[in-house]
């Protein structure tokens, strides 16, 4: 097969520079479908990858949330993106503390990449949930709908704009030579107004607010609730979050275009109002490391190193130090937690309702 590097060259050359935007969905879209990117040999991991604790937690949010609903029967469980289905499977080990969510649920894994899609069926198919793979949420039926989306939205590609004297240009890929470099479009985006301040890097979010605002038109019909965890922030803010990660290392994002992850950090505060212009409740937001301790992880890194042989102790309060831990670069606070729910639903565990203008 053609490396992806010179497919991009070749269309460039061809059609002229591409938007950040398709840049980023041509790579994502290569780099998911041809390798299992998690875990020591890949190039990330991820929390549920760290520690079944993760899971576990999420699972017993959701049957709080499905109790609280109700008792919805038939129930979506939806996960976007849901790599080794390890997130999926802790959290169904779970829910078997209430033993009538197995005959409710049915579980519904939205996911584009072929390998991995075989890796969530090994890993969940001992689970004996019924399970149904598709390529898009628009795909999935509809009906009271448990969502999950793990490092989800920081995968999706987004538009980059960056501020000049004659406004939001948008941000493209070109060529130099042989070489890809950024570039910008001449004519600037009227619909965004005059920037601040020159040099500002504006991240337009599209493809995440459209699955935000896909969600929120189901809970018009149906019950439900979307837990979403991922890196990011409470915007409105301004930078080029782009990155792209080798081998859990930093790498330049036009370096090896399809072979390196890249991602941007999720500006919550958008997911958010596309969620309340869509009618729905948002909850939260809190970071990560509050999040799991208000849901008790303390305590159950305690009941789990109760049966455990020393070196796994170790091995607990590691993971548990590793998914709280604070700090500009620990995961328990640069992870963010955002509940969006049918407007019916007042409350969440381990997360404050926001008011409708914040
Ligand atoms: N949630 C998992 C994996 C995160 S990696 C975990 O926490 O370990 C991102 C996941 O999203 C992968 O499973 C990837 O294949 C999937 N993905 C990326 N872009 C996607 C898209 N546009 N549609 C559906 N799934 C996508």
């Not at 490092?151 to 987004?158: G, K, Q």
């Not at 994002?253 to 941007?264: F, H, I, K, M």
Request: aromatic share 6%; hydrophobic share 40%.
């Amino acid at each position: 097969m053609k490396p992806l590097k010179d497919i991009l060259r070749e269309m460039i050359a061809l059609e002229g520079p591409i938007t950040v935007e398709r840049y980023m969905s041509l790579c994502l879209r290569h780099y998911y479908a041809t390798r299992d990117p998690l875990g020591s040999g890949g190039d990330f991991t991820t929390a549920p990858e760290i520690s079944q604790m993760f899971g576990e937690l999420i699972g017993l949010w959701m049957l709080e949330v499905w109790n609280g609903m109700g008792r919805p029967a038939p129930c979506r469980l939806v996960e976007l993106g849901p790599g080794r289905g390890t997130l999926m499977a802790d959290l169904l080990r779970a829910t078997k503390l209430l033993p009538d969510f197995k005959n409710a649920a049915t579980v519904h894994l939205v996911e584009t990449s072929p390998s991995l899609r075989r890796k969530q069926q090994e890993a969940l198919t001992p689970s004996g949930f019924s399970l149904h793979w598709h390529d898009r949420i628009e795909d999935v039926p509809s009906g009271p709908t448990l969502l999950v989306a793990n490092e989800f939205f920081d995968a999706l590609p987004v538009r980059q704009f960056v501020g000049t004297e004659r406004g939001w240009c948008e941000r493209l890929v070109g060529l130099d030579d042989e070489r890809l470099i950024f570039g910008l479009r001449s004519e600037p985006e009227p619909a965004l107004g005059k920037p601040l301040r020159l040099g500002d890097i504006l991240e337009w979010p599209a493809a995440s607010i459209d699955v935000m605002s896909e969600f929120a038109r189901r809970l018009k019909h149906d019950t439900g609730a979307a837990l979403i965890l991922d890196y990011g922030y409470w915007g409105p803010a301004f930078g080029d979050t782009l990155q792209a990660l080798k081998g859990h290392r930093f790498a330049d994002p036009l370096e090896e275009p399809g072979e390196a992850d890249l991602t941007t950090h999720v500006d919550f505060h958008r997911l958010a109002q596309a969620a309340v212009a869509g009618e729905a409740r948002a909850h939260g937001i809190v970071t990560q490391g509050d999040f799991l301790q208000a849901l008790g992880i303390v305590a159950r890194a305690t009941t789990l190193k109760a049966r455990a042989t020393p070196a796994q102790a170790a091995g607990i309060d590691h993971a548990l130090a590793r998914l709280t831990e604070r700090g500009p670069t620990g995961m328990g606070d640069l992870f963010k937690v955002l509940a969006v729910t049918h407007e019916g639903i007042a409350t969440v565990p381990g997360l404050p309702t926001l008011s409708p203008s914040s």
